[in-house]
């Protein structure tokens, strides 16, 4: 099955206290970005379409090694809205799109392998990558079926109620979808929600709510799927890419 990658690359980074792009902040000397874009070859996609924004020429330039296309999300408005963007570069591709964030360096190659194989096993239209975390404090939750791989809902915690807070299960914002079913629901969602933005987990309900089967697959590493929003997360992410080398 052909597979493509969307990479989301459009923050400001504004809690990193700088103006630098978020995925241009360095881990161990090099940017973050280079790390989610070194990752996205070695699952061979078709193509990659990076989601540009903030000081999207910094982005652009400090990537031109890479194969990639780009997409400008202006302005931005949400996951949901970064990921429309990359549409028109997608018009004529038929397949899986595996979504990334360049603010999520440390996760695995082996892991989103699996993550797709599952997909494909489960003949799933949409899949999350989900981890259980100790203090899942600010994430989304991921509310399943009980006792199996199907997905009822993802929350935002902001929209959390009291019992869906206490999941521990918890969304990565690394997600594969069949193309055709993603670029359609993209159309359906809306910014009826706490942060009046377009949430790219809309999508999922969507799909519930038409009967596909969505599903999520859970790695045992919790460590690879942090994202980095601070100077204190960035300084973790070094200390676990210097652990992972030794």
Same mark, same amino acid.
């Given at each position: 099955?052909?597979?493509?990658?969307?990479?989301?690359?459009?923050?400001?980074?504004?809690?990193?206290?700088?103006?630098?792009?978020?995925?241009?902040?360095?881990?161990?000397?090099?940017?973050?970005?280079?790390?989610?874009?070194?990752?996205?070859?070695?699952? $061979?996609?078709?193509?990659? *379409? &990076? +989601?540009?924004?903030?000081? #999207?020429? @910094? !982005?652009?330039?400090? =990537?031109?090694?890479?194969?990639?296309?780009?997409?400008?999300?202006?302005?931005?408005?949400?996951?949901?809205?970064?990921?429309?963007?990359?549409?028109?570069?997608?018009? $004529?591709?038929?397949?899986? *799109? &595996? +979504?990334?964030?360049?603010? #999520?360096? @440390? !996760?695995?190659?082996? =892991?989103?392998?699996?993550?797709?194989?599952?997909?494909?096993?489960?003949?799933?239209?949409?899949?999350?990558?989900?981890?259980?975390?100790?203090?899942?404090?600010?994430?989304?939750?991921?509310?399943?079926?009980?006792?199996?791989?199907?997905?009822?809902?993802? !929350?935002?915690?902001?929209?959390?109620?009291?019992?869906?807070?206490?999941?521990?299960?918890?969304?990565?914002?690394?997600?594969?979808?069949?193309?055709?079913?993603?670029?359609?629901?993209?159309?359906?969602?809306?910014?009826?929600?706490?942060?009046?933005?377009?949430?790219?987990?809309? !999508?999922?309900?969507?799909?519930?709510?038409?009967?596909?089967?969505?599903?999520?697959?859970?790695?045992?590493?919790?460590?690879?799927?942090?994202?980095?929003?601070?100077?204190?997360?960035?300084?973790?992410?070094?200390?676990?890419?210097?652990?992972?080398?030794?």
């Amino acid at each position: 099955m052909a597979l493509a990658i969307i990479v989301m690359a459009a923050g400001k980074g504004t809690r990193m206290q700088s103006d630098l792009p978020k995925v241009l902040h360095q881990a161990n000397q090099r940017p973050l970005i280079e790390y989610v874009l070194d990752t996205s070859l070695a699952l $061979d996609p078709q193509k990659i *379409v &990076l +989601i540009i924004g903030h000081q #999207a020429e @910094l !982005v652009k330039a400090a =990537t031109a090694g890479y194969k990639v296309s780009t997409a400008l999300q202006e302005p931005q408005l949400g996951t949901g809205h970064a990921i429309m963007q990359a549409e028109a570069e997608l018009r $004529d591709f038929h397949g899986e *799109v &595996l +979504i990334l964030s360049g603010d #999520a360096p @440390l !996760v695995n190659p082996r =892991t989103l392998k699996k993550l797709i194989a599952f997909h494909h096993t489960k003949n799933a239209v949409a899949t999350v990558l989900t981890a259980d975390m100790e203090d899942p404090t600010g994430y989304g939750r991921v509310i399943r079926e009980p006792d199996s791989d199907s997905v009822l809902k993802i !929350v935002e915690q902001k929209d959390a109620t009291e019992t869906e807070r206490a999941v521990r299960e918890i969304n990565s914002g690394i997600y594969v979808f069949n193309a055709a079913v993603l670029f359609d629901a993209l159309q359906e969602i809306t910014t009826n929600n706490a942060q009046n933005e377009y949430y790219l987990t809309d !999508v999922f309900s969507i799909c519930f709510q038409s009967g596909r089967h969505v599903c999520a697959f859970k790695t045992d590493n919790p460590n690879e799927i942090i994202g980095i929003n601070t100077l204190e997360q960035l300084k973790e992410a070094e200390r676990l890419m210097l652990e992972d080398v030794h």
